[in-house]
């Protein structure tokens, strides 16, 4: 079992829908959960940023942590063709040092 | 404020070649990451490494790659005697301190022919 699991997609809604995106993982010790955007050929975009459980909001975006579930979420209100890209979720928990756990990414796509 | 920049954007080796990948973090920032990502895969971790130190180097292969952080200038992520397997985007993450979260540059592709 993997440590992240991602729905590869693609995921394709039309312009100005609710787009939600979602992780799980198995590992109870992480503490930090990142979402980032990815555009081809370009390198991932931190989006979100959060500590523990709760939730976080920033314009269009949300994002949910529920650690009794082990499951994360991203919520994207009024979806723009711009907002056409791989979509990776990423934690974070501390052994020795930080390390990092990538999903593989969801691919999303709006259609005008 | 410069993100972080890598370069060059895209490089091609002929097998057996020297690969040589640039990163220079955020202003301000003094933690550098390495990942491989290839396509429809996710991002691998390579090495960590911080001002004149290898902090963490578990995710690199023992042999033909190695990875510095001079006091001065970029990290560099060097790959000898390049093979098609090698062929992948490259890249380099920062971060200000020990913590979360990452911020990424525009990576290197690698084509081995």
Redesign the interface.
Known sequence: QKEVEQD?GPLSVPEGAIVSLNCTYSNSAFQ?F?W?RQYS??????LM?TYSSGNKEDGRFTAQVDKSSKYISLFIRDSQPSDSATY?C?M?YLS?????I????TRLKVLA | NAGVMQNPRHLVRRRGQEARLRCSPMKGHSHVYWYRQLPEEGLKFMVYLQKENIIDESGMPKERFSAEFPKEGPSILRIQQVVRGDSAAYFCASSPGQGPPLHFGNGTRLTVT
């Open positions: 590869p930090y990142m980032y050929r370009k390198g991932p975009e931190l940023y990776l990423a974070s020795g040092t930080y390390k990092y990538f999903g593989t990414g």
